[in-house]
């Protein structure tokens, strides 16, 4: 499987303003995809193909006036632009035929020099490459320098350079995984377990364990309050406006941080622990549309469980997911008698048949864990893994290393 690996960049401000030029150009050359496109549509002829957009919109452009600065970046960043284009509208016409699943997707829109994200994406052919002292290197831009936090597992096929609101540079690479490797870093257990998620608690899980919520936005509200102030009492379009922005971005961005750290480091805690794992499938955009929304987006489950899929496909383990209407809380883990729905207010029940109190969310991972069929793993039945689409997510630089770290 395919994972992305991300470093932090520090380039200088000469380097700074080469991406900046070819941010703005790949911008450029998407804009023009688009509008070649669009007037295709109202003129009612065919789409242009992606050969002719690519002599129309680079090769015969650069000897314009008026678009000549595409050629002082790489072609390889203005082709990869228009791929990003093509692609938008195959997944658009997809979605109206119904072969592509999830929410709705609409036609492209421009882009704008004024995004909070501008990318560039650098594939084999454009020679890049990482030096001997621990740089990336990069047609037209230069030798960056890269915060190393591990070592990439294999050679990477392509970086992907990024500039966030938060004014931050990262280079995110695509690797290919090594089965074997992987294998050798997560050996088989036993175990499984179930996992109960809530807002209280974080997670509860089918043994008993209790996973404190961090509630990092809560946290850091106080701070993300006053920098929202100062941001709303500049001018706009001013310079301290723009500093203003920037200060409110990094205080974001130190939240979503701190937020994903603490997801990958707990996904990992439980591949690593168990072979089989049951999580239940929350309707996460009805529930960011009830009173608890600030606290659901604090709690970020759809990333959580989105890393646990991904790493359970590398790492040979389950991933089961059970229907969100299953009674997980009303059923009795003991004797399976169903009591009833209960209030959020009541954390702790006894059943009616049996007599057994029960904890509301250490039942309801242990009812997770019976509905999914892991149970019986507990008890020494090997678990296998099934088949579950991955997820190409930025991984960071989180895990388990298994080498010292890079120069």
């Known amino acids: 499987m395919q994972l992305r690996y991300s470093f932090r960049l520090y380039p200088d401000p000469g380097q700074q303003k080469a991406l900046a030029k070819a941010f703005g150009c790949a911008r450029v050359v998407f804009n023009d995809a688009v509008r070649a496109r669009e007037d295709a549509r109202k003129a009612q002829q065919p789409f242009p193909n992606a050969a002719e957009l690519s002599k129309r919109l680079i090769t015969e452009a650069k000897q314009t006036m008026e678009r000549s600065w595409l050629g002082e970046v790489s072609a390889v960043v203005l082709q990869q632009s228009l791929r990003d284009a093509d692609v938008v509208y195959r997944n658009f016409f997809a979605f109206l035929q119904g072969t592509r699943k999830g929410p709705p997707i609409g036609l492209p829109r421009f882009k704008s020099r004024k995004d909070a994200r501008q990318s560039i994406r650098f594939t084999a052919n454009a020679r890049w490459s990482i030096t001997g002292s621990g740089r990336l290197n990069l047609p037209k831009i230069g030798a960056v320098k890269v915060k190393w936090s591990r070592t990439l597992p294999t050679a990477p ?116 622990e168990n072979q089989g794992i049951a999580v239940e499938d929350l309707s996460v955009a009805g529930l960011a549309r009830t009173r608890l929304a600030k606290s659901v987006h604090d709690a970020g489950w ?76 507990a008890c020494g039945a090997p678990v296998r893994p099934g088949e579950i689409p991955a997820q190409r997510e930025e991984t960071g630089s989180h895990g388990i290393p298994t080498q010292s770290r890079a120069a």
């Not at 959020?344 to 509905?371: I, M, P, Q």
């Open 157 to 272: 096929s392509s970086v992907t350079v990024i500039k966030d609101a938060a004014g931050r540079y990262f280079a995110s690479f695509v690797i290919d995984t090594d089965p074997a490797a992987d294998a050798t870093r997560m050996p088989e257990t036993e175990r499984a377990t179930g996992i109960d998620l809530g807002l209280t608690h974080f997670a509860v899980l089918s043994d008993g364990r209790v996973i404190d919520s961090p509630r990092f936005l809560r946290r850091a509200e106080k701070k993300l309050k006053k920098a929202q102030r100062e941001l709303s009492r500049k001018q706009k379009g001013s310079q301290n406006r723009a500093k203003a922005r920037l200060k409110v971005a990094r205080a974001h961005a130190k939240v979503a941080d701190a937020r994903r750290e603490f997801h990958h480091q707990l996904s990992t805690k439980l591949i690593s």
């Open 302 to 377: 759809s990333s959580f469980i989105s890393m646990l899929e991904y790493k359970a496909q590398r790492y040979g383990r389950t991933l089961v997911k059970i229907g969100r209407f299953e009674p997980t809380s009303q059923t009795c883990s003991t004797c399976g008698v169903k009591d009833g729905p209960k209030p959020l207010s009541v954390r702790e029940w006894t059943c009616a048949a049996c007599g057994t109190v029960h904890d509301r969310d250490h039942n309801a991972a242990l009812n997770v864990k019976r509905a999914a069929g892991l149970a019986v793993s």
